[in-house]
Nanobody
């Protein structure tokens, strides 16, 4: 399974950004897709996850209410729409996939990872 993120960039605080993740290979066992982020000097943290079969979602408090994760399973795409971005949202954002239940958010559950896309929010 291969995951490739796109859509990162430099934006001003208050702006919106949509990240995309393209899945390829044998994705039949990737039931859960998620987004994580890692800011400089910080540990990687969970952002959001989605059940690719039923569409149920799970969000971290950090972006809850400002982000929406969605999935287009026939196209093997996962998206993260982020609104009202803040300087503290600056990080490398990673797409991840796994065979586990979408409510399990520890990164160890996710077997497949993309290379990440940089999101920089300026004040």
């Amino acid at each position: 399974v291969r995951l490739v993120e796109s859509g990162g960039g430099l934006v001003q605080a208050g702006a919106s950004l949509q990240l995309s993740c393209a899945l390829s290979g044998d994705t039949s066992g990737v039931y859960t897709a998620g987004w994580f982020r890692q800011a400089p000097g910080k540990e990687r943290e969970f952002v959001a996850a989605i059940d690719r079969r039923g569409g149920s979602t799970n969000y971290a408090d950090s972006l809850k209410g400002r982000s929406t994760i969605s999935s287009d399973s026939p196209k093997n795409m996962v998206y993260l729409q982020m609104n009202d971005l803040k300087v503290e949202d600056t990080a490398v954002y990673y797409c991840a996939g796994g065979a586990h239940h979408y409510k399990y958010t520890d990164s160890d559950y996710f077997a497949h990872w993309g290379q990440g896309t940089q999101v920089t929010v300026s004040s």
